[in-house]
């Protein structure tokens, strides 16, 4: 009992682990840091990531009573467009706000942000940094999205426990190998394509018809868990050293692939072929590129 319990601990923390830097290293995770004022750090998180349903509203601390002004600096993402800018105000629910435009699924804008507090300037990112980019989507279902994101949470922890009962030996290793393929599966290899259509228009990016790394980075553990299963089978064999291993790979494998930063090399809107007439949902590349 003692075992069991230390195993599902540890599967949770490994999981809680990968799942956290996946998502805090990944490009759409809001870009965060503070602005002093008064011997005081004040937090700001700036989006990178918005729904086509507006143009995204992107805000910084206020400091009543400073003399104290931000300007948003920004331009469609990879095009030699001219730097736009536009002056943060307080809104209605005096919130220091400046808006970026709306763009189109998978349309992406880069900005920056400069100001001044009481006569010392600040730049946002640092000079010398790379500007943030936004990318926008369209929205998608929570009768889509939770289920998605319930078994991908899901898939980790078991494929975890799975790990840890081939590693210590347990007999459990089948049992969990099966119920993370069978998330994989649903949650992955189901649901995420149509997470994918609602988002970006299509449901799949990945190999062999583009480069999108999130698609590939799922079609790699569901093989990797898929081989898994059918080489470890359902019985019991009577040298389990191999069938050991196998799980043992495949839950290395999925956490090797969620240490790759989630939505990288997703689809982006290609700007040239828009300005030359394509349809925005035509327009749509992925790869490492972006």
């Given at each position: 009992m003692i075992k069991n319990i230390f195993m599902w601990v540890l599967a949770v923390l490994l999981a809680l682990a990968a799942m956290i830097y996946q998502r805090s290293t990944g490009p759409t995770y809001e870009f965060k840091g503070q602005l002093e004022y008064n011997g005081e750090a004040h937090k700001y998180e700036l989006l990178r990531s918005h729904e086509t349903t507006g143009g995204a509203k992107i805000e910084l601390p206020y400091f009543e009573g400073a003399d104290y002004n931000a300007t948003?600096?920004?331009?469609?993402?990879?095009?030699?467009?001219?730097?736009?800018?536009s002056a943060f105000q307080l809104d209605e629910n005096d919130q220091f706000i400046a808006q970026l435009p709306v763009q189109p699924a998978a349309g992406k804008m880069e900005y920056f942000i400069t100001g001044a507090i009481d006569g010392e300037r600040f730049t946002i990112p640092e000079q010398g940094e790379k500007d943030i980019v936004l990318r926008y989507k369209d929205p998608v279902s929570n009768n889509i999205l939770i289920p998605h994101v319930v078994l991908m949470i899901l898939v980790i922890i078991f494929g975890m426990r799975a790990g840890l009962g081939a590693l210590f030996d347990d007999g459990t290793m089948r049992k969990w190998t099966a119920a993370a393929f069978t998330a994989m599966t649903i949650?992955?290899?189901?649901?995420?394509?149509?997470?994918q259509?609602?988002?970006?228009?299509?449901?799949?990016?990945?190999?062999?018809?583009?480069?999108?790394?999130?698609?590939?980075?799922m079609l790699i553990m569901w093989v990797a868990w898929a081989l898994a299963l059918a080489i470890i089978g359902f019985k019991e064999k009577k040298k389990e050293i191999v069938s050991r291993v196998t799980v043992m790979i495949?839950?290395?494998?999925?956490?090797?692939?969620?240490?790759?930063?989630?939505?990288?090399?997703?689809?982006?809107?290609?700007?040239?072929?828009?300005?030359?007439?394509?349809?925005?949902k035509e327009a749509i590349k992925t790869g490492a590129e972006n």
């Open positions: 948003l600096h920004y331009k469609r993402y990879q095009t030699q467009d001219t730097i736009t800018t949650g992955g290899m189901i649901l995420g394509p149509l997470v259509k609602s988002a970006f228009g299509e449901y799949w990016t990945g190999f062999p018809f583009g480069g999108d790394f999130t698609d590939n980075k495949a839950a290395l494998v999925m956490t090797v692939v969620y240490l790759i930063p989630h939505s990288m090399g997703g689809s982006t809107l290609d700007y040239d072929a828009v300005d030359q007439g394509i349809d925005p």
